[in-house]
C-alpha cells in the first residue's frame, strides 16, 4: 500500500475524488427540480411539433413522438407513485410484511 503514497498516485487520488465529488454535487439528478423538468419536456414537446410539422404525413414519426412523450411523463410521475409515506398505517405494514 506504500506506492499510493508517490506523487503520481495522490494526484490521481485526488483528481478522482474531486471528479467524483463534481459528478455528485453538479450532476445529481436529484438536483434539478420539477420546474426544470416540466420546462425540459415542454422545450422537446416543442422540437417534436416543429420536426413533424416538416414532415407532414409521416403518422410513424407522430406515433414515436406520442410514444416517447408518454415515457417521459411517466418517467416523471415514477417517484411520486413509488413514494409510500403517505400511506395510512395499516396499509403500509401490510405492504413491508409483503415485501419481505
Known amino acids: 500500500m506504500r506506492f499510493l503514497l508517490r506523487p503520481a498516485w495522490l494526484a490521481l487520488i485526488t483528481t478522482v475524488t474531486l471528479f467524483v465529488i463534481a459528478c455528485y454535487a453538479v450532476l445529481a439528478p436529484w438536483q434539478f427540480g420539477r420546474e426544470a423538468d ?20 409521416d403518422s410513424r414519426l407522430e406515433g414515436r413522438i406520442s410514444a416517447y412523450e408518454l415515457a417521459a411523463r411517466m418517467q416523471l410521475s415514477a417517484p411520486e407513485v413509488m413514494n409510500i409515506s403517505k400511506e395510512p398505517p395499516k396499509l403500509a405494514a401490510c405492504t413491508l410484511s409483503t415485501t419481505r
Open 38 to 57: 416540466r420546462d425540459a419536456q415542454s422545450l422537446l414537446s416543442k422540437l417534436n411539433r416543429e420536426h413533424a410539422a416538416s414532415n407532414p404525413g
